[in-house]
């Protein structure tokens, strides 16, 4: 067994004792997925700076042992969490918390992200100058990080903005002779000897004069726009894999250790409008989604999906959520999930998921938050769509809906004031954390969620799914939602006790496979999806020692990746 005294002792004289957590209680919400995963670590380790980053990561690869970067721990797929026991030399996982830095630059136009930066604290940055970044309302109200959302690759809610994406940051790569190099490709003037670039980054030691205007490089997925319009294509709008989004730390998924990116913002708009639309007949939505990506001038800015069960679960199980975000606002989330987190450390021993069963109990006493009228909708349809567009759009989709969705039984739509588009699209993202509430409470019947993260074709005009029977025999609830436009669904299924969830989600894949599908679309690879021959080859030409993040995507975890064969593992 490694003896890991000298690497702590040297961990500890760079960030501080207080900043190396062993134990297990300190060490479990770094160890522990939010819907899935978990393992031990050799420790964790919160640096304060970037320059304490670089030693610490300098130090780990000096003693040969696995890393893991994690910011906010709010990934769907536990790629930011230890899974299992099998690292080589043990694993040390680097938290960046601490690290959350951002830097507006360009008149608002662009910005700088170190990596603990969350969506939430850069959507207040950019606030009093009329700018928003990639992702608003989703990822921004769990705390989840700017840098992780890049190395995922992460979707979101607005269809004209594509995938999280940037060809312009600061990282570091473990060479196959176990020396890490620093590569300064943010297109700022940061000096040329590594703690200089990262204390002068720290600092925001720097002008304008210092950065360039980056020429070709993109801090944006330009084409998406155009890209998504293609609806006749019979490939996925967008999926982690897509080779069109693999650069360097865009999509590196852990296998870079990154200190910063540089990405663009985009201007908010006033005087839009949100129709909340319900229907009985899906290929009226076909209908709708391919006029509007085909006909209209512009693109919509949203157009989320909701399915009637997802919308009784998320109203069930996520009052409480929704109720938190509505009332204390986006801000205080990731310290009440810290709070929880800390919390399960303890009680888990003594009653797993006593904090869910007593949040949802609290629930209970929470008074209803929706409009009857969406009520009324839930009622009559099995189908829900938040449809949101520009000001110059407003009667152009008028005139649309009323020819899709006249008000009859098969779809009705209606105008949302403000506070309740606000209300509908809260409702459809609190969705995404019922079914583990789901399963928290009624562990009893649950064996566990299978939860998937699907691109279908552009050109899929048959976009639900009817399981077969065996395997719908097997599931107590299907979620469905997503964002329709984008052909992007996540679709989890709580499956009875007795079904085993590797065999049920194997099932679901040879179903997707003929349907043409991509997955996972969004959330990346993490430790539950195989990476597709591209996206593994990706990760060995990153990280060709296998240090970083070893086995993400169920690849090969030895060093150098000694049983690497033409696929993934």
């Known amino acids: ?40 670590a050799i420790a964790v380790v919160r640096p304060g ?51 959350s830095r951002l830097t507006v630059i360009r008149e608002g136009e662009q910005v700088v992200c170190l990596p603990g930066a969350t969506l939430y ?22 705390g989840a990080s700017v840098v992780g959302g890049i190395c995922n690759n992460s979707g979101g809610s607005l269809v004209r903005r594509g995938p999280a994406y940037t060809q312009l940051a600061l990282f570091a790569a473990v060479e196959p002779d176990g020396r890490l190099t620093l590569v300064n490709h943010l297109g700022i003037a940061l000096g040329d000897e590594p703690e200089t670039i990262l204390s002068r980054l720290d600092r925001g030691e720097f002008s304008d004069a210092d950065i360039e205007d ?30 069109r989004c693999l650069f360097e730390a865009a999509g590196s998924a852990g296998k870079l250790i990154v200190f910063a990116v540089r990405l663009d ?32 001038d512009r693109l919509p800015i949203a157009g989320e999906y909701m399915h009637r069960t997802a919308f009784d679960v998320a109203d069930r199980y996520g009052r409480d959520t929704f109720f938190a975000i509505e009332r204390l606002g ?26 869910d069963r007593l949040l949802q109990a609290a629930g209970r006493f929470i008074p209803d938050r929706l409009p009857a009228w969406m009520r009324t909708y839930r009622d009559r349809f099995a189908h829900h769509l938040m449809l949101k567009v520009s000001g110059d759009q407003i009667d152009q989709t008028r005139a649309l809906l009323a020819r899709l969705f006249p008000g009859d039984d098969a779809g009705d739509h209606v105008q949302c004031s403000a506070a309740d588009s606000a209300k509908a699209f809260l409702h459809r993202f609190v969705a995404a954390g019922a079914a583990v509430r789901y399963r928290a409470v009624r562990a009893d019947a649950v064996a566990d969620i299978v939860a998937l993260d699907v691109a279908l074709p552009r050109n899929a005009e048959t976009w639900t799914e009817t399981l077969p029977p065996a395997l719908d025999a097997q599931v107590i609830h299907a979620l469905y939602y997503g964002h329709f436009f984008c052909h992007v669904f996540h679709q989890d299924y709580i499956v009875r006790k007795g079904t085993d969830p590797v065999a049920f989600e194997h099932a679901l894949w040879t179903l997707l496979d003929a349907r043409g599908a ?17 996206l593994a080859e990706f990760y060995r030409r990153i990280d060709p020692r296998n240090q970083l993040n070893p086995g993400i995507g169920q690849t090969p975890r030895a060093r150098h990746w000694s049983d690497a064969s033409d696929g993934p593992a």
């Open 518 to 534: 991509q997955y996972p679309a969004e959330h990346n690879v993490g430790h539950l999806y195989v990476a597709p021959p591209a």
């Open 265 to 296: 913002t985009f201007a908010r708009e006033e005087g839009t409008a949100t129709f909340y639309i319900g229907t009985n007949e899906p290929d009226r939505l076909t209908d709708l989604r391919r006029t509007m990506l085909r006909d209209f």
């Open 121 to 142: 604290e850069l959507e207040q940055a950019l606030r009093p100058y009329g700018r928003e970044p990639h992702s608003v309302i989703g990822s921004s109200c769990f």
């Open 1 to 40: 067994m490694t003896d890991t005294a000298p690497l702590l002792a040297r961990l500890r004289a760079t960030v501080g004792r207080r900043h190396v957590l062993t134990a297990a209680r300190a060490t479990a919400r770094f160890r522990k997925g939010y819907r899935t995963g978990g393992g031990p």
């Open 330 to 355: 986006t801000d205080r989330l990731p310290a009440l999930f810290a709070a929880k987190a800390r919390f399960d450390a303890v009680a888990d021993h003594m009653s797993r998921g006593l904090s």
């Open 214 to 243: 980056a020429g070709d490089r993109w801090a944006h997925d330009h084409r998406y726009a155009e890209h998504v319009r293609a609806i006749d294509s019979d490939v996925p709008a967008r999926f982690n894999a897509d080779p």
């Open 49 to 99: 700076s970037l320059v304490e980053m670089w030693r610490v990561a300098q130090a780990c690869v000096a003693a040969d042992v696995s890393i893991l970067l994690q910011a906010s721990n709010t990934g769907l797929t536990g790629g930011s969490t230890p899974d299992g026991d099998d690292y080589p030399g043990g694993l040390v996982i680097i938290s960046t918390t601490r690290l």
